[in-house]
């Protein structure tokens, strides 16, 4: 350790675990992104609420910056440190701390992966049912900096609603100990859901206590082909009028490709423009004959021209992953991503002129969407092809996002979904929060931590 501020570090706190092996600048420095180049001061693995405090005291003493580190299966550049950060990864702090059978809650620490979470909800008879592709590497620190949604939302809702208690270190480093996993606590402002979203800049989130509920039904998974991006919505409001839906996701035959391309199986002979992955409640012979029925309705009127039943949990597996395995068939293109957000309502006029825009505005480059779109949820990946350079690929993503912006704009849309704002979509936060709302998020931050030390630069400067 050369530099003064991490022997500093060093002798506050000697049994903190510090690296500052290239390997791990280098990995820990980067998320999903792989836009920025690493560049960490130095990396350090708390063991303790305790040590997380010490290392916050520290980087206030010190004058450093830090950056929050889970999973880092981000995908807008909120978990990057590249800039002379110390990374503050949570991942030794990973276990479960407790679970309640009354309050039915899960208490755990931030490292832990969402998958662990649900099997240690599974291994008491309930489910933890936040769920999306990342959950084997995500951490739960970082679902809940980012109020993660995923491909359950539509039935479950975002991290947020399943959050019943956290213990905050604000930028202070105080620990905050906040709504206690109460059901009811009306006694002035809910600091936990400021945390939630917040993408570390109010707070390292040191422990959660996670709401758990019943295990999902027994579900049928249908693959269903469509023959236009018209039909779409319509498909969806037969499907949610009559059954009670657990999934409903949207993907292209680009993506579809995509997935195929990487080992993933397609059920149908022939390839169609638009497909759906839908799941719902099949506990009975009622609700399995309601899926067949508004199966049929869909195909009389002409919207699903095919559609492939899963017969078993293996061949559900299948089909999801044309859906959940987009993100790793085409990460090799490195993508520039939106993921953008109306008003299910908004839905139909938004995905028309959405359409129409990216049509008209990237005719040399591959755009692969797909997405939750019962939530208002499109996920727009445009690929960098090989002979495109990385400043010019992105000046034109830019070009494009900000047309996009302006869309969201007029149909009271979110340049963030789920993704968050992070360092990708910071110039266009203006488009979905008022000067007003950003001035206010401004002064909370400066409440939380005044100076600065949490992750700056990200969400806003
Ligand atoms: C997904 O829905 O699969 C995730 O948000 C990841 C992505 O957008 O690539
Ligand atoms: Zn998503």
Same mark, same amino acid.
């Given at each position: 350790m050369t530099d003064p501020r991490l022997e500093a570090l060093h002798q506050s706190l000697p049994a903190l675990r510090l690296s500052r092996e290239p390997g791990d600048l280098e990995h820990?420095?980067?998320?999903?992104?792989r836009r920025w180049a690493p560049a960490p001061l130095a990396v350090a693995w708390p063991a303790s609420i305790e040590e997380v405090q010490g290392v916050v005291r520290w980087a206030n003493a010190q004058g450093a910056a830090l950056v929050p580190s889970g999973g880092r299966t981000g995908l807008s550049g909120g978990a990057v440190a590249a800039g002379g950060e110390l990374v503050l990864s949570l991942e030794r702090m990973n276990r479960v701390l407790g679970f309640d059978a009354v309050d039915r809650t899960l208490t755990v620490q931030p490292g832990i992966a969402l998958q *662990?979470?649900?099997?240690?909800?599974?291994?008491?008879?309930?489910?933890?049912?936040?769920?999306?592709? *990342?959950?084997?590497?995500?951490?739960?620190g970082g679902n809940i900096a980012t109020n993660a949604g995923g491909i359950r939302v539509i039935r479950y809702g975002n991290t947020r609603e399943w959050i019943a208690g956290l213990k905050l270190v604000t930028g202070a480093g105080e620990l905050l100990d906040l709504n206690r996993a109460l059901v009811k606590n009306s006694s002035g402002y809910d600091l936990r859901h400021l945390a939630i979203g917040a993408e570390g800049t109010l707070g390292v989130v040191v422990e959660a206590t996670l709401k758990l509920t019943d295990p999902a039904p027994p579900a049928q998974t249908l693959l269903l082909a469509l023959p236009s991006f018209e039909v779409l919505m319509r498909v969806f409001a037969e499907f949610r009028a009559r059954l009670r839906l657990q999934a409903f996701e949207f993907l292209t035959d680009r993506g579809l490709a995509h997935v195929v391309a990487h080992g993933g199986t397609d059920p149908f002979d022939a390839r169609h423009?638009?497909?759906?992955v839908a799941e719902y409640d099949a506990a009975d012979a009622a609700q399995e004959a309601a899926g067949l029925a508004a199966f049929e309705a869909c195909a009389e009127a002409g919207w699903i021209v095919d559609g492939a039943i899963a017969q078993s949990q293996a061949q559900a597996q299948q089909l999801w992953r044309l859906r959940e395995g987009i993100t790793e068939a085409v990460a090799r293109y490195r993508p520039y991503k939106n993921d953008v957000s109306v008003r299910v309502a908004a839905m139909p006029a938004f995905l028309a002129e959405a359409q129409a825009l990216l049509g008209e505005a990237y005719p040399r480059f591959e755009v692969v969407w797909f997405g939750h779109i019962g939530d208002g949820n499109l996920h727009i990946n445009v690929l960098q092809p090989d002979d495109v350079a990385d400043a010019d690929f992105m000046r034109q993503c830019a070009h494009v996002t900000e047309l996009l912006a302006g869309l969201l704009k007029r149909h009271g849309g979110s340049i963030s979904a789920e993704h968050g704002i992070g360092l990708v979509k910071k110039p266009y936060l203006d488009s979905t929060r008022s000067p007003q709302e950003i001035a206010l998020m401004r002064g909370l931050r400066r409440v939380f931590d005044p100076n600065g030390v949490l992750n700056p630069g990200k969400l806003f400067d």
């Open positions: 820990y420095g980067r998320d999903w992104t *662990a979470v649900q099997e240690a909800a599974q291994a008491h008879g309930l489910q933890y049912p936040v769920d999306f592709g *990342a959950r084997g590497s995500c951490s739960i423009p638009y497909y759906v």
